[in-house]
């Protein structure tokens, strides 16, 4: 996440019961914690924004090699192309604003996979 970045966490495995189910256990990889205190003061949490959701986001396990960025006009290309090369996933969960700091909404993204 880049800061003047609005982020749609409602693609994330947030929707996964057993994902959801460990997180409300408690059960996370440490750095979670320390993700969310360092770039935590940089963050507008949207509202239905949840710990658990808040948690996820900051989950380590997913830094690296998940997320492109691509100009806007180029995005259906760039799906349909991962899509035709058998990608499990392939969709539009944020995009670059003007401003700074980052916001994070619950919105599902359309054509979500």
């Known amino acids: 996440m880049a800061p003047g970045s609005a982020w749609n966490c409602g ?29 935590g003061p940089f963050v507008h949490w949207g509202d239905g924004v949840g710990v658990v ?6 989950d380590p396990q ?20 991962l899509s035709d090369e058998g990608a499990m996933c392939a969709a539009v969960v944020g ?7 980052i ?3 619950r919105a599902r993204p359309a054509g979500l996979c």
């Open 95 to 101: 995009r670059l604003v003007e401003g700074e700091g």
């Open 62 to 81: 997913t830094s690296g090699g998940l997320l492109i960025a691509i100009a806007p006009d180029r995005k259906d290309a760039l799906i349909q192309a």
């Open 11 to 39: 693609w994330t495995p947030s929707r996964s019961s057993t994902a959801r189910a460990l997180i409300e256990d408690r059960v996370h990889p440490g750095a979670t914690m320390k993700n969310l205190a360092y770039y």
């Open 103 to 105: 916001t994070v909404e």
């Open 53 to 58: 959701e808040r948690k996820i986001v900051a």
